[in-house]
């Protein structure tokens, strides 16, 4: 075990020293897959993967000036037989890479190869699947092999890293992308037209097996067809990622057909590119937890400050988004200010600092929701803050303690949707009262110490999901927003005048 540690990198690691005849292990989250293909002038079957991890990604920073392409690792597996190929059925299952040959291509492309002493396997992706190996190279060692305890926790940290980057992160931006482009309608008047090797992001809505058909919609409710010679192993409503094929249109549908570099994988809920199918397309939505909005208005006084409308009876249910939070009356009646526009105060903040915006969007997600990690003591005469997982300290007067929070989580809209940016906002509670938790009705007050000293783990874990329950494209997040500047000049955005509602 020892040394095969000794011999296990990142991918980052051996873009940095390539072309080297060392045999590496490693582990790679699949991004791409081609069915197994057989030249005429060769033997075996090859099958092509892409591959990412945290180090080498198109977000990711190379240093190794040859490689001139880093959004993700060409690997190559030889097999004597299709039925030996590995089989990966989804955007994000985990192949482990085991003596694997490492070079770089003449375009500065990071390329695996396997050899005769390789072994591969592959698993699921997914943060709660087991430990069993989905496919593996035809080794009898390979059958039902159970993973070490080093093994299992680079699985782990490989799946969490996936549940994060794949929920933020389109998939047309994680790997190269063949743009379908429309043609202009003005100048179309409903001639058919051809498209060739796209890859394309599909909703299946109907499967007839007797025909040996399916259909599907894109993002943009277009209609697609396509006819296979076996019956279809897909099922509706499932998401997929279709590569390389040929289109021919027409304006009431496009006809798909494979072409010998296709492949289909799908796509996990927790993806990013399928939760824009289910806001988009008009799936229905699960039905919510609500809340008696009457009572909460008289418990809780303050709201009548900020924009909130308790639902009165016989008042018809909002279909569109479910909104996460309400804002001060002051500033509700503010125009709208995109992310996009934001971002760019970022970099000349000097005419905006200390203005406060008013942003209408959705989450995407927390730096941390830890809240052992988010919850802090702060010392008010001193200015001073406390991890809270170390305990109430001791050396500072109750009276001058308090419990704020800080975090920070990013913030999209339509402005920057199909874009790689988003807004960093930065949650920072102060000795300040602030109610920015308190209609949860979860967590102590600021200043109730007592009850902080005693609050349970279930409650601290039952805030932590209702965090990561925020971040959703459904949800209408409505917040303010205020450009601040650090001592050192370093501008950002502060959340203030926004409390957040029930789940």
């Not at 943009?220 to 998401?239: M, V």
């Not at 199909?418 to 960093?424: D, M, P, R, V």
């Amino acid at each position: 075990m020892k040394s095969e540690l000794n011999r296990e990198y990142t991918l980052g690691e051996i873009a940095e020293y390539p072309n080297t005849k060392e045999l590496k292990l490693t582990y790679g989250v699949d991004i791409d897959v081609t069915e197994p293909i057989k030249y005429e002038d060769k033997h075996n079957y090859i099958t092509k993967l892409k591959i990412i991890d945290p180090t080498f990604n198109y977000k990711a920073e190379i240093k190794n000036k040859e490689i001139k392409f880093h959004k993700f690792v060409h690997v190559s597996i030889f097999t004597d037989s299709v039925s030996g190929a590995p089989k990966i059925k989804h955007v994000g299952d985990i192949i482990r890479l085991r003596r694997f040959n490492f070079k770089l291509s003449e375009r500065g492309e990071l390329v695996a190869i396997e050899n005769k002493f390789a072994n591969w396997l592959v698993y699921d992706g997914n943060i709660d699947a087991n430990e069993s190996s989905s496919s593996y190279k035809n080794f009898d060692k390979n059958i039902n092999r159970k993973l070490n305890e080093f093994e299992s926790s680079r699985l782990k940290d490989l799946r969490k890293w996936n549940d994060s980057f794949f929920y933020q992160n389109s998939i047309k931006y994680i790997t190269w992308w063949t743009e379908l482009k429309n043609p202009d309608e003005s100048e179309w008047k409903g001639k058919s037209y051809e498209e060739s090797q796209v890859d394309l992001l599909l909703k299946t809505t109907k499967i007839d097996s007797d025909k040996k058909s399916v259909e599907f919609n894109d993002l943009q409710g277009n209609k697609y067809r396509l006819e296979l010679q076996a019956r279809p192993a897909l099922k509706t409503n499932q998401i997929i990622k279709l590569r390389c094929v040929n289109l021919m249109a027409n304006k009431r549908l496009r006809k798909i057909s494979l072409t010998k570099n296709t492949s289909c994988l799908i796509i996990p809920q927790y993806f990013y590119d399928y939760r824009c199918f289910q806001t988009r397309v008009g799936d229905k939505r699960e039905k919510l937890k609500s809340f008696k909005g009457e009572n909460l208005a008289a418990k809780y006084k303050f709201l009548g400050d900020y924009d909130y409308q308790a639902p009165g009876k016989g008042r018809k249910k909002d279909k569109g988004p479910r909104q996460i939070s309400v804002i001060k009356k002051l500033t509700s009646k503010s125009e709208v200010t995109s992310v996009s526009t934001l971002l760019k105060y970022l970099k000349k903040p000097e005419k905006h600092q200390g203005k406060k915006f008013v942003v209408d969007g959705y989450i995407v997600g927390f730096l941390e929701t830890n809240p052992r990690s988010i919850i802090k003591y702060l010392d008010v005469s001193t200015k001073k803050t406390y991890d809270f997982s170390d305990g109430r300290p001791k050396a500072t007067r109750n009276s001058n303690l308090r419990v704020i929070y800080h975090l920070i989580t990013f913030v999209k809209d339509k402005s920057v949707e199909y874009s790689e940016e988003y807004l960093n906002l930065y949650i920072l509670t102060t000795d300040a009262e602030q109610k920015l938790f308190d209609l949860w009705d979860l967590l102590p007050a600021s200043n109730s110490l007592r009850e902080w000293k005693n609050v349970s783990h279930d409650t601290l874990t039952n805030f932590s999901a209702k965090l990561v329950a925020l971040k959703d494209p459904e949800n209408r997040f409505r917040a303010v927003v205020e450009l601040m500047t650090t001592k050192n000049g370093k501008a950002f955005y502060k959340l203030c005048d926004t409390v957040f509602l029930p789940l």
